[in-house]
């Protein structure tokens, strides 16, 4: 079974400064997908940034971006010029890869990023 | 992008009651949607996956008797909580996945079971 797990339940920067959240996993699989989802006070889920796992290139869109590690299993976010928007919790979650039917994700306990003024 | 609605966004109960919460995508096929249950200040975990006009597949500890779930449309399921209790209060996210390989979630339902 797939393990997803980030070890800073909370964190806090002030505003305009760069943070990195931490995730790492455990797969036996070689194809996968990685996510980040940010929930913010309203609880709606939104999709932060993706990652397959066959890319060697990180992705990244606009202030966000990731640091994947295949081997060490690891996929931190970093945000940088953080902003007070940026305030959510942040959810890491893993997605096997299959040529066809949906696959269920597996998430990260969460980290609580609070952006100060 | 598409868009997935929960209703009722929020609802109390008394025990005993049953509730029933509708999941739906506004602008595409789900051919499968998820459910989650979310308590205060913890992560998602999935209850059940449902595919359209089959059996929902129920995730280990959920069960399948308590919370029914019907997936008879490509763009509607639903969740029904029965004879519920308080401590089935929690928040309760669906998401529903197309052809593509992304999970689109709805806003969530907060259920107070009294």
């Known amino acids: 079974a797939q393990t997803v797990t980030q070890s800073q339940p909370e964190m806090s920067v002030q505003e305009a400064e760069t943070v990195t959240l931490s995730c790492t996993y455990d797969t036996s699989e070689n194809n996968y997908y990685l996510f980040w989802y940010k929930q913010p006070p309203s609880r709606q889920m939104i999709l932060v940034i993706r990652?397959?796992?066959?890319?060697?290139q990180n992705a990244t869109e606009n202030r966000f971006s990731v640091n994947f590690q295949k081997a060490a299993k690891s996929f931190s976010l970093k945000i940088s010029d953080s902003q007070l928007g940026d305030t959510a919790m942040y959810f890491c979650?893993?997605?096997?890869?299959?040529?066809?039917?949906?696959?269920?994700?597996?998430f990260g306990q969460g980290t609580r990023l609070t952006i100060n003024p | 992008g598409a868009v997935v609605s929960q209703h009722p966004s929020r609802v109390i109960c008394k025990s005993g009651t049953s509730v029933k919460i509708e999941c739906r995508s506004l602008d595409f096929q789900a051919t499968t949607m998820f459910w989650y249950r979310q308590f205060p200040k913890q992560s998602l975990m999935l209850m059940a996956t449902s595919n359209e006009g089959s059996k929902a597949t129920y995730e280990q500890g959920v069960e399948k008797d308590k919370f029914l779930i019907n997936h008879a449309s490509l763009t509607l399921s639903t969740l029904t909580v029965t004879s519920a209790h308080p401590e089935d209060s929690s928040f309760y996210i669906c998401s529903a996945q197309g052809q593509g390989d992304e999970q689109f979630f709805g806003p969530g339902t907060r259920l107070t079971v009294l």
């Open positions: 979650a893993f997605m096997r890869s299959l040529i066809q039917g949906a696959q269920k994700l597996v």
């Open positions: 990652q397959e796992a066959y890319k060697q």
